[in-house]
């Protein structure tokens, strides 16, 4: 298949055009026109790009990618060596980070609440955000599926009333408390000062790990363009 039209195809099915995003997604890096075998990786990074025989594949796509509309446009230190590996061996990388958050079909969000089988009771369409229901049980699943997993436990509150934010989605945390009463909040990594929002509350708070949380939507691009598309497709964690 042809990398431009494999581009605009997913473009058009995560709705990519549409979605106001911090990363550049779609085709950030031009390699082979025919594309064969794929690689799929929540975060391009030297250790993974490492890990790789690039001889075996012809593109890599992934969640967190190279270029970001704000960061440091230079092309210097590990991101030098990246590309330059990239450039040489002829790969193609593709990247969709919100729109495939947030997609309800396929989306890292969507797939996770599945996972953790989380009722769904509210699904924002423009952010990676959704509310579910669930209870005591769903630490079990987190435990058998999220080897690295942190837990913060409610002095008073069960858990209930779910927040889900693939990623690092502390931002929302707050207004979900205030606004939906939520009593547990499940993302990928927070930092130290929503710590204090999670004790002042007393809600229980699972972290999943960042790029841990994301690995479900990814896998089912995967599937879905090794079905769409009849090309080879590899998930490595
Ligand atoms: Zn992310």
Same mark, same amino acid.
């Given at each position: 298949?042809?990398?431009?039209?494999?581009?605009?195809?997913?473009?058009?099915?995560?709705?990519?055009?549409?979605?106001?995003?911090?990363?550049?997604?779609?085709?950030?890096?031009?390699?082979?026109? #025919?594309?064969?075998?794929?690689?799929?990786?929540?975060?391009?990074?030297?250790?993974?790009?490492?890990?790789?025989?690039? #001889?075996?594949? @012809?593109?890599?796509?992934?969640?967190?990618?190279?270029?970001?509309?704000?960061?440091?446009?230079?092309? %210097?230190?590990?991101?030098?060596?990246?590309?330059?590996?990239?450039?040489?061996?002829?790969?193609?990388?593709?990247?969709?980070?919100?729109?495939?958050?947030?997609?309800?079909? %396929?989306?890292?969000?969507?797939?996770?609440?599945?996972?953790?089988?989380?009722?769904?009771?509210?699904?924002?369409?423009?952010?990676?955000?959704?509310?579910?229901?669930?209870?005591?049980?769903?630490?079990?699943?987190?435990?058998?599926?999220?080897?690295?997993?942190?837990?913060?436990?409610?002095?008073?509150?069960?858990?209930?009333? %779910?927040?889900?934010?693939?990623?690092?989605?502390?931002?929302?945390?707050?207004?979900?408390?205030?606004?939906?009463?939520?009593?547990?909040?499940?993302?990928?990594?927070?930092?130290? #000062?929503?710590?204090?929002?999670?004790?002042?509350? @007393?809600?229980?708070?699972?972290?999943?790990?960042?790029?841990?949380?994301?690995?479900?939507?990814?896998?089912?691009?995967?599937?879905?363009?090794?079905?769409?598309?009849?090309?080879?497709?590899?998930?490595?964690?």
């Amino acid at each position: 298949m042809n990398n431009f039209k494999l581009e605009k195809n997913i473009n058009k099915y995560l709705n990519s055009k549409n979605i106001k995003d911090i990363s550049i997604n779609g085709l950030q890096i031009e390699g082979k026109n #025919k594309i064969k075998n794929i690689i799929l990786i929540v975060s391009i990074n030297n250790l993974i790009i490492k890990k790789i025989d690039l #001889k075996k594949f @012809d593109s890599i796509i992934c969640h967190h990618g190279l270029f970001w509309k704000k960061n440091n446009k230079n092309i %210097i230190g590990i991101k030098k060596k990246i590309i330059k590996k990239i450039i040489k061996n002829n790969i193609n990388v593709f990247c969709w980070h919100l729109p495939l958050d947030i997609n309800n079909k %396929i989306g890292n969000n969507i797939e996770l609440t599945k996972k953790l089988k989380i009722k769904i009771y509210k699904i924002w369409k423009n952010k990676p955000l959704i509310i579910g229901i669930s209870n005591i049980k769903i630490k079990k699943i987190i435990k058998k599926k999220f080897k690295n997993y942190k837990f913060i436990k409610s002095k008073n509150k069960n858990i209930n009333k %779910i927040g889900l934010c693939t990623g690092s989605g502390e931002k929302f945390i707050e207004e979900l408390i205030i606004k939906y009463n939520i009593d547990t909040y499940i993302t990928g990594e927070i930092s130290e #000062k929503t710590i204090c929002i999670i004790n002042y509350y @007393d809600i229980n708070l699972f972290l999943l790990g960042h790029d841990e949380s994301e690995i479900y939507g990814l896998k089912k691009l995967g599937i879905f363009i090794k079905k769409k598309f009849n090309l080879h497709t590899k998930l490595i964690k």
